[in-house]
């Protein structure tokens, strides 16, 4: 049974800094998404990884997937404010059609 | 816009009371999938279609059922309802090229 887990749980930051939030999971898959979600609202998709060394970056954010260590980072560079939200990464079974979610990343940017 | 609606956005109901959450897409997609958001738990896969009258079970589909009679609906039901239903319930549709799924604005449900 896939088993994806993120950590941290909640992440404070200051306006300016890097960070990295990690997302595990317990079986094969190099299918991994990552989302975002603003409080009160649906999620948005934010990056899609396709493969082994997949790597995609979008302002400030970077993701990478490194299927053979089931890992994916999600870079925060210089943070600021507007990326206050929560961080979901969800990974694809493969066989049969489930995506599976961890538990989410709670970001909150202060000045 | 992803296409999806989801109804009703807000209801309250009491315990024991039939509830059905309705999901509808105008992509034709052949997957839908019905999760629930509860603080701590991320979100959580209750059932999922992969055609019509096709359906899986998902993480935690004990004391629901779904139905997909067209391409286009998506219907989840809690036959009698219980105070640990009370969630948030999102309705997802699945790209067919990446796999990505692209979500409703949600369904807020308490039950009292």
């Known amino acids: 049974e896939l088993k994806v887990e993120q950590n941290p749980l909640f992440l404070s930051m200051q306006e300016g800094k890097n960070y990295t939030i990690y997302c595990n999971y317990s079986?094969?898959?190099?299918?991994l998404y990552w989302y975002r979600q603003d409080p009160g609202k649906s999620l948005e998709s934010l990056f899609v990884?396709?493969?082994?060394?997949a790597v995609k970056q979008e302002g400030r954010l970077m993701a990478s997937l490194d299927t053979k260590a089931r890992l994916s980072t999600l870079h925060i560079t210089a943070a600021v404010h507007d990326l206050s939200a929560t961080y979901f990464c969800?990974?694809?079974?493969?066989?049969?059609?489930?995506?599976?979610f961890g538990q989410g990343t709670e970001l909150s940017v202060k000045p | 816009d992803a296409g999806i609606t989801q109804s009703p956005r807000h209801k309250v109901t009491e315990t024991g009371t039939p509830v059905t959450l309705r999901c509808h897409q105008t992509?034709?997609?052949?997957?839908m999938y019905w999760y629930r958001q509860d603080p701590g738990h991320g979100l959580r896969l209750i059932h999922y279609?992969?055609?019509?009258?096709?359906?899986d079970k998902g993480e935690v589909s004990d004391g629901y059922s779904v139905s997909r009679s067209k391409t286009e609906d998506f219907l989840l039901t809690l036959e009698s309802a219980t105070s640990s239903q009370t969630s948030v319930y999102f309705c997802?549709?699945?790209?067919?090229?990446?796999?990505?799924?692209?979500f409703g604005e949600g369904s807020r449900l308490t039950v009292l």
């Open positions: 079986t094969t898959s190099d299918r």
């Open positions: 997802a549709i699945r790209s067919e090229d990446t796999r990505e799924l692209f």
């Open positions: 992509e034709n997609h052949r997957y």
């Open positions: 990884l396709l493969s082994n060394g």
């Open positions: 969800a990974v694809d079974e493969m066989v049969g059609g489930k995506l599976i």
């Open positions: 279609s992969y055609g019509v009258k096709d359906t």
